[in-house]
């Protein structure tokens, strides 16, 4: 098994357990635990409880690769290798009891900034419909075992795509400027509340594009690889055009440059 496949099929393993405490942890009731850049911005217990069952069950499995949880911070390894993780992407989500969730876990290589790691294996697993996608680099993205393939097709009516709004309500005039500036290129638009999932929707073609400004690095670490594995692109602002807090772009090349220029403004 290649490093990749073995980071993959660890992370699986991780996010399945993860997942289902997440889970369960829903059906006794959700405590928000504090808040964090801004009152709306919260973090439970779950988040706390699930960041430290992955972190404890990664040490134990590779215990010389870097951390770098949503939660608990940055740790840095011996190893070429970093986890980048976010417990449950879609916090507010999960604390209405909304079912769009996920664990995100990757497994990176280099410094684990975006603008210098390389992608080795992504899983975002949606506990509550038990929807698990995965990808280690240069095998494909993975809904299970069905191949995923992001949509490159022609969009007469205009492309399905998905966005979403920073916890600071100082940054919402900016943002909602700019889905007025993507909209000529939309059919329709959707705000499914997390970053990960609207990323492995690209990948497996759901929808045809995704943008969103103020995304940490756990937010789209393991839903990026998920688009490139799937044919896509993954970009952000700037010249290095990775993903970053500035911007965050995912879709088939179709479309990506006129998305990216629309959504920079
Ligand atoms: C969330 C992202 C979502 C974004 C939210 C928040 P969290 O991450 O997944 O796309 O719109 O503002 O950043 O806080 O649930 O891990």
Same mark, same amino acid.
């Given at each position: ?21 997440? #889970?369960?942890? #829903? ?37 010389? *690769? ?9 740790? #840095? ?65 993975? +809904?299970? *075992?069905? #191949?995923?393939?992001?949509? *490159? ?6 492309? +399905? +795509? ?36 609207? +990323? ?40 290095? *055009? ?24």
């Amino acid at each position: 098994m290649t490093d990749a496949a073995h980071l993959q099929a660890l992370a699986i393993e991780i996010a399945r357990e993860a997942g289902e405490l997440a #889970r369960v942890r #829903r059906t006794e009731g959700v405590a928000i635990a504090a808040t964090k850049s801004h009152i709306a911005d919260i973090v439970t217990e779950a988040d706390r409880e699930v960041e430290e069952l992955i972190r404890r069950r990664l040490k134990e499995a590779r215990p010389d *690769d870097g951390f770098l949880g949503e939660e608990s911070g940055a740790e #840095r390894g011996t190893s070429d290798i970093t986890w980048v993780v976010d417990p449950i992407d879609g916090t507010v989500n999960y604390a209405y009891g909304i079912p769009s969730y996920a664990v995100s876990i990757a497994a990176v290589a280099g410094e684990p900034v975006p603008e210098e790691w390389d992608a080795v294996a992504g899983v975002v697993f949606n506990p509550a419909s038990g929807e698990l996608f995965h990808a280690a680099a240069g095998s494909g993205a993975w +809904l299970h *075992d069905e #191949r995923l393939a992001v949509n *490159d097709q022609p969009m007469p009516a205009g492309a +399905l +795509l998905a966005t979403g709004f920073g916890y600071d309500p100082s940054t919402h005039a900016g943002d909602l400027a700019r889905v007025a500036r993507v909209m000529p290129l939309a059919r329709d638009l959707r705000r499914i509340g997390a970053a990960s999932l609207d +990323l492995a929707f690209v990948a497996s073609g759901r929808l045809d594009g995704y943008f969103e400004r103020g995304l940490h690095p756990w937010d789209h670490a393991a839903g990026a690889l998920l688009v490139i594995e799937a044919g896509g692109r993954v970009g952000g602002a700037g010249d290095a *055009d990775v993903p970053s807090r500035t911007m965050t772009i995912a879709s088939g090349a179709a479309i990506y440059d006129a998305l990216r220029a629309a959504a920079l403004g």
